[in-house]
């Protein structure tokens, strides 16, 4: 078959492609798909991560906060503030395992430390290889006293 050009036309020469060059246009599309889908999956992962990392970051406060709790009653029998530490201790892993991510507590100089590390699986990630995230949060509280006397 035969191209009829109009009367006065320029013809358009477009030379043909080496065979070199074939393909090239698929290998650039498949590469641009898998940027895609990794920048889709940070969005998309890198968020549940995030607010993973802050309901970590919530739980061990609070598990610090009901270790920071367990006073020594003969402490307070004799009119000083004293945690218990065997007592802290239980009470801020028992928390986390209700929270529903144990996690590990101490208790140093009056100070209630909780560390809570879990994963998360990825939803998209996992296309390209990032199975799981880790996410880790670590929180201290101390028991004060409060204001006995009013101004």
């Given amino acids: 078959?035969?191209?009829?050009?109009?009367?006065?036309m320029a013809r358009l020469e477009v030379p043909l492609q080496s065979r070199s060059e074939q393909?090239?246009?698929s290998a650039f599309v498949a590469l641009l798909l898998v940027a895609v889908f990794a920048l889709v999956g940070l969005v998309v992962d890198g968020g549940s991560a995030l607010s993973a990392r802050q309901s970590a970051a919530d739980e061990a406060e609070q598990a610090a906060r009901a270790?920071?709790?367990?006073l020594s009653v003969d402490a307070l029998r004799s009119g000083s503030l004293q945690i218990d530490q065997a007592k802290a201790v239980a009470?801020?892993?028992r928390f986390t395992v209700v929270a529903g991510?144990?996690?590990t507590?101490?208790?140093s100089s009056g100070t209630v430390k909780v560390s809570i590390h879990y994963q998360i699986h990825t939803q998209i990630l996992?296309?390209?290889g990032i199975n799981t995230l880790s996410i880790s949060a670590t929180a201290t509280a101390v028991d004060l006293r409060g204001v006995t006397v009013g101004s």
């Fill in 126 to 128: 996992g296309i390209i």
């Fill in 101 to 103: 991510h144990p996690g």
């Fill in 105 to 107: 507590a101490a208790v």
């Fill in 1 to 8: 078959m035969r191209a009829v050009w109009p009367q006065g």
């Fill in 23 to 25: 393909g090239s246009i």
């Fill in 67 to 70: 270790g920071a709790g367990a």
């Fill in 91 to 93: 009470a801020a892993e």
